[in-house]
Nanobody, 127 residues
């Protein structure tokens, strides 16, 4: 059974930092691109960052570029989202997800193409 378990969410003041982790089990982690999505109340699910299976390629939404960093450790089956200079508009539930498609196909850009999802972790940034 595949499991993706996020941790590290919480309440932080604007300008602060949080580190989200996603621990994967039950899948060949090194074969999956990984994405971090977020969903704010009343809004759709947004891709925040993605990383290829090997870790050689990354993508960031313009809204987080320069503030967030995605990384992975295939030996530990984990993917991390380091979030710095947080803003109130970053408040959302954050989800990690696994995508089996090859990086060059850009399927990782589409939430519907992800095979597995975590349960989400709440991030709240106060002003």
């Amino acid at each position: 059974q595949v499991q993706l378990v996020e941790s590290g969410g919480g309440l932080v003041q604007a300008g602060g930092s949080l580190r989200l982790s996603c621990a994967a089990s039950g899948l060949t982690f090194s074969s999956y691109a990984m994405g971090w999505f977020r969903q704010a109340p009343g809004k759709g699910r947004q891709l925040v960052a993605a990383i290829s299976a090997s870790g050689d390629n990354t993508y960031y939404a313009n809204s987080v570029k320069g503030r967030f960093t995605i990384s992975r450790d295939n030996a530990k089956n984990t993917v991390v989202l380091q979030m710095n200079s947080l803003k109130p508009e970053d408040t959302a539930v954050y989800y990690c997800a696994a995508n089996r498609g090859p990086w060059y196909s850009s399927s990782w850009y589409n939430a519907a193409a992800y095979n597995y999802w975590g349960q989400g972790t709440q991030v709240t940034v106060s002003s």
